[in-house]
Every structure is written in structure tokens, then in C-alpha cells.
């Protein structure tokens, strides 16, 4: 019983896989995993209304899809208004809904096994994910039988796939795998914070090693991801308090692991360091910062230095309202443009909020913002005791807007997924559930 329980938890890892790091099969170009898993959630979720005889479309659905249509609709009024083919964020609201689809079978799927879904549970499935995605990652630049392996079915390239140069996982690749593993650290504070308040210290090491594995590798696949790191810890000195060295007894322990976890990675990562030349070279990647400070006595990472000449703001009116019409690079969009040449993105700049309002100004980057802020306050008002976990997934996703133009709203449309009764009567029933998945 217990080997096709675990063979079952193995494959809803999977399955999460599929939609939280969407790739193209090589088999099957054009369509990703989150496509297919959308596909089949609509066909789903009809069912079950036609089933149910009455609609399962709250409130909270239909005004964030309101929000979302007013995005898309920024989105086309610009393109019609520059007289441009960019049509990037015109059809917004379909991919809030081809996220939510995908994330209704996922945790439709969860459900299923478990019979019954909460916050916990997802996000342990999410952080597992992640882990194994790194894993995987390390272990392609260790074995090139296992890279040949991937790169067989692995049909994308860019942030869904394959890259020269750059690890990567099976979908996890770029910044925008670095925001999606930020997100992760920040739930696994969240979560050990949680766990210690309620006197069930008995995972942590096994949260901690998560915490580990993500924050390195993670950054050697992406350095976007130490923005979670920064996050993650910056919430953590503040939600325990150790500014004022009262600790309670939980807490304390959770110290204890904390400190004994990474002694025991600083000593592992010296050993790699110092004796294999593939770590040593992406942990200096991925940490470069941190090795020029104390190499050189100053703060330098290549990558900060590009994005900084990026920092290109529009010089008239016009586009600071309603944008110039282009998301993408229009040398590639735009069949008939005759302006200048881009090498890289449109104005050169890959900066979030700088893309934005290139594209649909400050009118459309509003409106963004607001859908993203009334995602995360349905999240926060249905889940209290989560309040402060969306309030950072929040939050990450501005900050990460500064470098790059990363979406995580497919974070939230999995809880947006869980009902706030089924939650309750889930963690009712299984008072250890942090530990589920």
C-alpha cells in the first residue's frame, strides 16, 4: 500500500513539474505541458459544472478576471493606437485562464491522493519539485548521459529549455526559473516559522536542506533567485524576533538547525570547491558577488552591470502613458517596422517595469499591478493564517520586476484553486499535514 502511495506522490511531483516548469516535448512542438494540462482542466471543469448543474465560478474569480480583461485591453488599445502586430498582453486574460485551468488539475490531482487539499500541501509539493529540478539540474554537468537524456525530449530552449553555457533543468532555466525558486525559499521559512510556533519542529532538517539546495543551485541556474534568499532571511530575522535574543524554545531549536545545516554545507561546498572544477566554476557563478567582495573588496557581477545601462527611460509623454505598442523585440514581431535595430529587447532593455511601460505605459502598468495586488488579497483574505506568505509572493514579484519582467501569478492561481472550507477541514483532519508531501 505504501509503495503505490508513494508511486503516486511521485507522479503528482511530476505533474506540478508540468505545470509549475511548462517545457515542449520534442515530439510535440508548439504545445507545452501547461498547455496540455489547461486543456484537459477546461474540459474538467465543464464537466463538473454540467455534472453540478450550477456554476463554480465565484466572485473572487470573475472580479480578477475583470482586472485581467482590463490588462488585455490595455494591451490592444495600445497595439491599435501605435499601429503595431505586439499583441503580447492583449490576450492577458487567456493566460490568466490557462493557468488557472492548469492549476485546477493540479490540484484537483492532489486532491485526489490526499483526499483533500490545503496551503501546506501545495506548497510542500511545489518545494519538492524544485529540489528535484536542481538535483537534476547538478547532475546533468556531472553526467553528460544523463544531459544527452534530457535533451532528447527536451524541445524548448530559452527560459522553458535547453542553454549554452548555463545549467538547467527540465523547464528551469533563466530568471524566470530564479523568480519561481525565490517564491520557493520564502514558503520554506514561511513554513519551519509555522511549525515552530505550533511546537512541530520534527522536518526541519529536512526544510533546511531544501532551503540549501535551492538557494545554490538555484542560483547557479539563475541569480535572480538570491532576491528569495534575501527576502527569505530578512523575514526570517524578522518573524522570529532575533533582534531582541528572546527566543522561545521552538524557536531556539530552529536556530539549532539552522546553524547546524550550514556548517555542515560549508564544509561540503569547500570540499566541492576545492576539488571539482565544474562546481567551483557555477558556484563562482552563481555567487559572483560575494566572491569579487572578498576577492577584490568590491560588489561585481556581470550580469548587474548589464542590467544597469538597461535602465533606459522613455523621453516623451506619449509613451509614458500609453507605451510605443512593443513588448517583444519588434525586429522579430513586426512584419512591416523600419525604426531601429535591436539586438536584444525592444529599447534594449529587459528591465520588468521599463518593458511595461515601453509597452502600454503607465496606464497598463497599473492596471498590472492591480490585478496582481487583488490576486494576492483573495489569497490573503481566504487563507488568514497565510496572510503574510502571499503578502511576500507579492512583493517578490514587484521586486523581481526591477530586473526582470517574471509573471508568478501562476503561484497563486494554485491557491486560488483551494477552496478556504476544503483547506480548513483538510488541516482539521491531518493536524501534521505541513509534513504531507
Avoid at 490545503?118 to 518545494?127: E, G, K
Avoid at 533543468?169 to 520564502?186: K, M, N, Y
Wanted: glycine content about 10%.
Amino acid at each position: 500500500m505504501w509503495l503505490l502511495r508513494a508511486c503516486g506522490m511521485v507522479l503528482l511531483a511530476v505533474l506540478t513539474s508540468f505545470y509549475f516548469f511548462p517545457f515542449e516535448f520534442t515530439f510535440l512542438p508548439g504545445v507545452n505541458t501547461k498547455m496540455a494540462m489547461a486543456g484537459f482542466g477546461l474540459v474538467l471543469l465543464v464537466f463538473r459544472l454540467a455534472r453540478q448543474g450550477r456554476s463554480m465560478i465565484d466572485s473572487d474569480f470573475f472580479h480578477l478576471s475583470l482586472w485581467a480583461a482590463l490588462v488585455s485591453l490595455a494591451g490592444f488599445a495600445t497595439a491599435v493606437w501605435n499601429d503595431t502586430y505586439d499583441y503580447t498582453y492583449a490576450t492577458y486574460i487567456v493566460s490568466m485562464w490557462v493557468w488557472v485551468s492548469g492549476a485546477y488539475v493540479a490540484v484537483n490531482a492532489i486532491k485526489g491522493m490526499h483526499g483533500g487539499v490545503s496551503v501546506a500541501l501545495v506548497c510542500n509539493y511545489l518545494i519538492a519539485v524544485c529540489v528535484v529540478q536542481c538535483l537534476i539540474a547538478y547532475a546533468m554537468t556531472l553526467s553528460p548521459a544523463l544531459k544527452d537524456f534530457v535533451d532528447g525530449f527536451l524541445g524548448s530552449t530559452g527560459f522553458m529549455g535547453k542553454m549554452e553555457n548555463r545549467m538547467y533543468g527540465i523547464g528551469a532555466s533563466l530568471d524566470v526559473a530564479g523568480s519561481r525558486f525565490s517564491v520557493i525559499l520564502v514558503m520554506i521559512v514561511f513554513l519551519m516559522m509555522k511549525m515552530a510556533d505550533t511546537g512541530r519542529p520534527r522536518y526541519f532538517g529536512l526544510y533546511m536542506g531544501a532551503f540549501v539546495i535551492i538557494a545554490v543551485i538555484g542560483n547557479m541556474i539563475a541569480r535572480t533567485t538570491t532576491v528569495g534568499v534575501v527576502i527569505a532571511l530578512c523575514y526570517l530575522l524578522y518573524g522570529t524576533r532575533l533582534y531582541t535574543l528572546r527566543l522561545s524554545s521552538g524557536m531556539k531549536r530552529f536556530y539549532g538547525w539552522f546553524v547546524g545545516v550550514l556548517v555542515f554545507v560549508g564544509a561540503v561546498a569547500t570540499y566541492g570547491y576545492q576539488t571539482d572544477p565544474a562546481f567551483r566554476n557555477n558556484l563562482r557563478f552563481g555567487f559572483e558577488g560575494f566572491f569579487s567582495l572578498a576577492e577584490k573588496g568590491t560588489w561585481e557581477v556581470h550580469s548587474n552591470e548589464i542590467l544597469s545601462n538597461m535602465y533606459v527611460f522613455p523621453d516623451n509623454t506619449r509613451t509614458w502613458l500609453v507605451g510605443d505598442g512593443y513588448f517583444e523585440n519588434p525586429n522579430d514581431k513586426e512584419p512591416y517596422y523600419v525604426g531601429p535595430k535591436w539586438h536584444g529587447f525592444y529599447q534594449n532593455t529587459d528591465v520588468g517595469y521599463l518593458r511595461f511601460i515601453y509597452y502600454f505605459g503607465l496606464v497598463g502598468l497599473a492596471l498590472f499591478c492591480i490585478f496582481m495586488c487583488k490576486a494576492g488579497q483573495i489569497c490573503m483574505k481566504r487563507f488568514a493564517s497565510y496572510r503574510e506568505l502571499f503578502f511576500l509572493i507579492v512583493l517578490l514579484n514587484f521586486i523581481i520586476w526591477f530586473k526582470v519582467s517574471s509573471d508568478i501569478f501562476l503561484v497563486l492561481a494554485l491557491f486560488l484553486c483551494i477552496g478556504a472550507d476544503e483547506a480548513r477541514e483538510y488541516e482539521d483532519r491531518y493536524m501534521g499535514e505541513i509534513s504531507e508531501a
